[in-house]
């Protein structure tokens, strides 16, 4: 499949639909009768500037991916016109990973700001939520809008927002819109040291509450971490030099984020 750069406005939603997953979400599954998990690997080096763990938490592994920016750089994809399963944008661009990006409506637009090589689309979130933006020195940040707000004034090279934001500035963030549901959970956030962390989670087994105190709990040294959309939209694949990785979505997304190196 050949995926287009597709141009078009994006729509507002407000903080409650915002933190659900998109209409196109899998059922909750209750893992009654399986056995906690307690694997907690140590950072694999899959080539230089690109790590990855699994840790264990309820019945399944959480993969972590980290990434140096010193070896590689971020790029968003979004196309309204062909959207495609992360395995199918990772097939059409052969980045060395690729995750699924924020939420959006039923016509797959954007439900937020997206920037891709310097376009702007869409409306930011305003007062809620967070971003991860590129600038023009391919500088990577990961904040709150609540706290910092996008001006229009900026220039970015790349952006995606989404919500809730999960952690920041190292603490974990209270979730008073938290329904108790569990699904399948991605995640990207900044540690300490500038390195992106792409954190997905195949089972549903996190409320957004768990998420966010398990993320603080792991010796993962976040400093921020934003919450993508999550149950049938949570893909991740990896392409490296020493392994392969792939934990497809199950539906067509229009917005991913890129990892290629430099």
């Known amino acids: 499949m050949l995926l287009t750069w597709g141009l078009i406005s994006c729509s507002r939603s407000d903080m409650q639909e915002v933190l659900k997953p998109s209409g196109t979400s899998t059922p909750i599954i209750s893992p009654d009768s399986a056995e906690p998990t307690t694997v907690d690997n140590q950072w694999q080096r899959l080539e230089p500037g690109l790590e990855f ?3 264990g938490y309820d019945v399944t592994n959480v993969q972590v991916l980290r990434i140096d920016p010193a ?11 062909s959207p495609g399963r992360v395995s199918e944008w990772a097939a059409a661009l052969n980045p060395v990973a ?4 924020g939420y ?5 637009r954007a439900t937020a700001l997206t920037i891709f090589d310097g376009v702007v689309n869409g409306t930011s ?5 967070g971003m991860l933006a590129v600038d023009s020195a391919d500088a990577w940040s990961l904040r ?8 229009s004034s900026e220039v970015l090279n790349q952006a995606l927002q989404s919500a809730p934001m999960l952690v920041v500035h190292g603490t974990a963030i209270e979730q008073p819109n938290d329904d108790g549901d569990k699904a399948r959970r991605s995640v990207i956030a900044l540690d300490q040291s500038g390195h992106l962390l792409i954190i997905v989670c195949s089972w549903p087994s996190f409320t957004l509450t768990e998420l966010s105190q ?13 919450n993508l959309d999550g149950g049938s939209s949570t893909g991740l694949v990896v392409s490296s030099e020493s392994r392969a990785f792939k934990l497809d979505s199950l539906v067509r997304v229009p917005q991913v984020l890129l990892v290629e190196r430099k």
């Not at 709150?144 to 001006?151: G, K």
């Open 53 to 55: 763990r699994e840790i």
């Open 71 to 81: 070896y590689f750089r971020l790029r968003i994809g979004y196309d309204v016109a």
């Open 98 to 101: 690729v995750i699924n990006g």
């Open 104 to 108: 959006f409506d039923p016509q797959g």
């Open 125 to 129: 979130y305003d007062g809620f939520g």
């Open 144 to 151: 709150s809008l609540r706290e910092q707000p996008y001006d």
């Open 214 to 226: 398990w993320l603080v709990q792991q010796n993962l040294a976040i400093d921020a971490a934003l």
